[in-house]
T-cell receptor, first 116, second 111 residues
Framework: GAVVSQHPSWVICKSGTSVKIECRSL??????MFWYRQFPKQSLMLMAT?????????EQGVEKDKFLINHASLTLSTLTVTSAHPEDSSFYIC????????????FGSGTRLTVV | GNSVTQMEGPVTLSEEAFLTINCTYT??????LFWYVQYPGEGLQLLLK?????DKGSNKGFEATYRKETTSFHLEKGSVQVSDSAVYFC??????????FGKGTMLLVSP
């Protein structure tokens, strides 16, 4: 079946540095990818919708200059957390729509970001 | 706006016990409803879905029925196994194709 590969699985970085998270669709083309964030004991919150070849659509309250999303090809979307701070520490997960229906979402395995 | 409320965990059960994880939702229109499962160290996987009222989704022994009158989509399994230990997310999809998730419920099954 459809597989979305996300890496790194976990990363620790210093405050002020930037971190890039990659999300690849391995055996299908993903014109749309979604980026979520999950705080401890909270639900997955949609951060942005990434469309291949165009600008991402950010949800209200998400800083687009801090969370840079690039979807340059049909198989790769990246999320870059710029100038990371400890409050950015969270679990980030991507997903891609795998088919024409609205049921076919495949998720990456997630990235645990810790900013120290 | 849309929202999903599911019971807090962890839910701790012995093997072969009956499982219910409650999920209720608020949504405009007629959303589709989903249960996702996240096993330790893995990504989310679709467990089952229902797209209209009274539909029953089922997979791997798990079931959930779309109850519009009570706006619920409770997850059930008659006899859980240790391998069912995971985090379960209830979710809905609006007509605008974004998913809204509950907070997740951790299930711990002991032998």
């Amino acid at each position: 079946g459809a597989v979305v590969s996300q890496h790194p699985s976990w990363v620790i970085c210093k405050s002020g540095t930037s971190v890039k998270i990659e999300c690849r669709s391995l055996d299908f083309q993903a014109t749309t990818m979604f980026w979520y964030r999950q705080f401890p004991k909270q639900s997955l919150m949609l951060m942005a919708t990434s469309n291949e070849g165009s600008k991402a659509t950010y949800e209200q309250g998400v800083e687009k200059d801090k969370f840079l999303i690039n979807h340059a090809s049909l198989t790769l979307s990246t999320l870059t957390v710029t100038s990371a701070h400890p409050e950015d520490s969270s679990f980030y997960i991507c997903s891609a729509r795998t088919g024409a229906t609205n049921y076919g979402y495949t998720f990456g395995s997630g990235t645990r970001l810790t900013v120290v | 706006g849309n929202s999903v409320t599911q019971m807090e965990g962890p839910v701790t059960l012995s093997e072969e016990a009956f499982l219910t994880i409650n999920c209720t939702y608020t949504a405009t229109g007629y959303p589709s409803l989903f249960w996702y499962v996240q096993y330790p160290g893995e990504g989310l996987q679709l467990l089952l879905k229902a797209t209209k009222a009274d539909d029953k989704g089922s997979n791997k022994g798990f079931e959930a029925t779309y109850r519009k009158e009570t706006t619920s989509f409770h997850l059930e399994k008659g006899s859980v196994q240790v391998s069912d230990s995971a985090v379960y997310f209830c979710a809905l999809r609006s007509e605008y194709s974004t998913l809204t998730f509950g907070k997740g419920t951790m299930l711990l099954v002991s032998p």
